[in-house]
């Protein structure tokens, strides 16, 4: 077996990554204590584009892809690629037809950490690509990389098979492990904040249902 590529991971079952799919990034964000989010420099192509599936994680060479043409053929439907070129953005490893030959194989989208191109055939395909940049600039096919190992990406480990959530206001990590754990506070903060809305209605404050009005008196700061 080529220790570079790692075809066998283990994946989430399928109804937690439908349950949690419901959930927008932040409440994510949020119910896993704070953890998980990506770097905010990486966003959408477009920002209606939303993704959630199982890791393949790729480790590719700045200014390389013979490795993400591999991974496109190692992932299987649903999986998200998540490629760390360590940030360079100075080439644009993915494009229009490496989205199409994803997409043809039901891959549910791409995270990376370096630029993308064809961004306009891109968003015309709805194939969900989050990216720090974008650059027109061609790349090399000269070095592997590794698929389906641990990579750090926009400050975050990821292993193969996490679940990775993105939407317009980012990209989130959630270990594999911690699934129904974080799906079970997902559940409770949409509820409580369901409730929220409801005394909002009715009249009473953000300052009141927080108990931030005795915060602001404590610093001698009271409602008028």
């Not at 013979?66 to 490629?83: F, R």
């Not at 790349?139 to 993105?166: A, Q």
Request: charged share 25%.
């Amino acid at each position: 077996m080529d220790a570079h590529v790692l075809k066998s991971i283990v994946r989430p079952p399928q109804n937690l990554i439908r349950q949690l799919a419901a959930f927008d990034t932040a409440t994510v964000h949020e119910a896993s204590g704070g953890a998980g989010a990506l770097s905010s420099d990486i966003k959408p192509v477009d920002p209606l584009s939303r993704l959630c599936g199982p890791a393949v994680t790729v480790f590719c060479h700045p200014g390389e892809n013979l490795i993400l043409h591999k991974a496109i053929y190692v992932a299987e439907p649903g999986d998200v690629l998540v490629v760390t070129v360590g940030g360079y953005e100075e080439a644009g490893p993915w494009g229009e037809i490496m989205s199409f030959a994803a997409q043809v194989r039901g891959i549910a989208g791409l995270v990376m950490d370096g630029s993308v191109r064809d961004s306009r055939a891109i968003i015309d395909m709805r194939f969900p690509v989050f990216s720090r940049s974008l650059c027109i600039k061609g790349t090399t096919k000269d070095s592997l990389g590794l698929i389906n190992h641990p990579i750090m990406i926009g400050g975050v480990p990821v292993h193969p098979g996490d679940l990775i959530l993105g939407d317009a206001d980012g990209v989130v990590v959630v270990a594999r492990d911690d699934l129904a754990k974080v799906l079970s506070a997902c559940t409770a903060r949409t509820e409580k904040e369901i409730k929220i809305k409801e005394e909002l209605k009715k009249g009473k404050s953000t300052l009141e249902l927080y108990g931030f009005d005795k915060s602001l008196e404590a610093k001698g700061l009271k409602e008028s």
